[in-house]
């Protein structure tokens, strides 16, 4: 059974950046689709970005495109979410996730992940 630990978040200004990390212990997720999602105190759990397996197909929200990267690392079993020019309404709380076997159209779907970490607080100021 795969666990994921998020680390990196943090009390930023409007224009900063942050680096999420995801580090996964217990299997190698090397064959697992890894996603980001956040949510916001009285919002709904939403769909950030996600990394396929093999790191060759991305996803992102409209709202994060051209501003936030997932990547991962192998070697390292972690995945990561660098998240540049953040705004305020980045504010919240982020999530990491994996799942097994997902289908392209399935990865920006909380419902189709089985693990997730405990989350990292993330929040912008203006």
């Known amino acids: 059974q795969v666990q994921l630990v998020e680390s990196g978040g943090g009390l930023v200004q409007a224009g900063d950046s942050l680096r999420l990390s995801c580090a996964a212990s217990?299997?190698?997720?090397?064959?697992?689709?890894m996603g980001w999602f956040r949510q916001a105190p009285g919002n709904e759990r939403e769909f950030v970005a996600a990394i396929s397996g093999s790191g060759s197909a991305t996803y992102y929200q409209d709202s994060v495109k051209g501003r936030f990267t997932i990547s991962r690392d192998a070697a390292k079993n972690t995945a990561y979410l660098q998240m540049n020019s953040l705004k305020p309404e980045d504010t919240a709380n982020y999530y990491c996730?994996?799942?097994?076997?997902?289908?392209?159209?399935?990865?920006?779907?909380?419902?189709?992940?089985?693990?997730w970490g405990q989350g990292t607080q993330v929040t912008v100021s203006s």
């Open positions: 996730a994996a799942g097994l076997g997902l289908r392209a159209a399935e990865r920006n779907d909380r419902r189709y992940y089985d693990v």
């Open positions: 217990g299997r190698a997720i090397s064959s697992m689709s």
